[in-house]
């Protein structure tokens, strides 16, 4: 089955930025555009009744989706309007799609229909990549886009869907994969007698971070001989680490935990903070 990109729609300036984004990058990868929109009957307009405010919502969705048809006339595109509950219908929309692609304000939480805590709670929730665009994004050759920027952490295991979304990402687009490893000092009660070994074998911590970032790499570059890629390993916090290379990223590529924290929806804190400061579209991927 044929998954699509799901753009989610609701009117806003940033939503309508992410279907721009969705549409380029569904036209690279030869995959169809499904454009979601949820809503709810507002009984406080007493003018209007359920049909007429359907009627409403469907005539903005067209509007939209007529004005990506016009900018790429070869890709298939439909629609999907819904009602109800904006979380679970949206991460519904991205259990059936190859990602799904949200208006995000940038420098702050996620608006529209994404308002308070459900745009946290629809990354956290879906097993699909969510990729957050902001307001007056632009496409990458315009922007001086020139990588796509991934997060690596842990072992070649720990970070393959992450990897994995990043060259598939950077392969559609000819761009070279920047993947980054950040590291800190461990504490030293960490340090055990094959730890030290370890780390006296590859000559130091930060031999040892470059080794292990190599080592998760290496299968990416075997399966996509064609994509340039540069590894970058740094000393500090992972989010201000990826923040501070980003500049240039046309895409910035993070990863969360997929299993559910016992207290509710979490996206990790390195998410979290890209979400609200990067410039560039950001990509958060589900891992085990």
Not at 56 to 72: C, L, P
Not at 98 to 103: A, T
Not at 191 to 211: C, H, I, R, T, V
């Amino acid at each position: 089955m044929t998954r699509p990109i799901t753009a989610g729609v609701d009117g806003s300036e940033e939503s309508l930025a992410a279907l721009d984004w969705a549409g380029r990058e569904a036209v690279r990868r030869g995959l169809p555009l499904r454009v979601v929109h949820v809503w709810r009957y507002a009984d406080s307009l007493a003018t209007a009744d359920r049909d007429t405010q359907h009627a409403w919502v469907s005539h903005a969705v067209a509007d939209a989706v007529r004005s990506v048809s016009e900018r790429h006339p070869g890709l298939a595109v439909s629609t999907d309007v819904r009602e109800g509950a904006a979380a679970a219908e949206l991460a519904e929309a991205a259990a059936r799609a190859e990602m799904l692609v949200l208006g995000s304000h940038g420098h702050g939480a996620v608006v529209g229909f994404l308002l308070g805590s459900v745009g946290q709670q629809v990354i956290a929730e879906t097993t699909r990549p969510v990729v957050l665009v902001r307001a007056g994004d632009r496409p990458a050759a315009e922007a001086g886009g020139r990588d796509v920027l991934v997060g690596q952490h842990g072992g070649p295991d720990d970070s393959a869907e992450v990897l994995r979304f990043a060259f598939e990402t950077a392969a559609a687009r000819g761009a070279t994969v920047r993947v980054v490893r950040a590291w800190t000092l461990p504490p030293v009660f960490a340090y055990s007698p094959g730890s030290l070994k370890l780390l006296d074998d590859a000559g130091g911590l930060e031999p040892f971070e470059k080794k292990a970032l190599a080592k998760a790499v290496q299968p990416w570059r075997e399966r996509f001989p064609r994509v340039p890629v540069t590894e970058h390993v740094e000393m500090g916090s992972a989010g201000q680490v990826l923040l501070a290379t980003a500049g240039r990223a046309q895409l910035l590529v993070v990863g969360r935990r997929a299993r559910r924290a016992a207290v509710g929806p979490r996206i990790g804190s390195v998410a979290h903070g890209v979400l609200h400061h990067a410039a560039c579209p950001v990509a958060v991927v589900p891992h085990a």
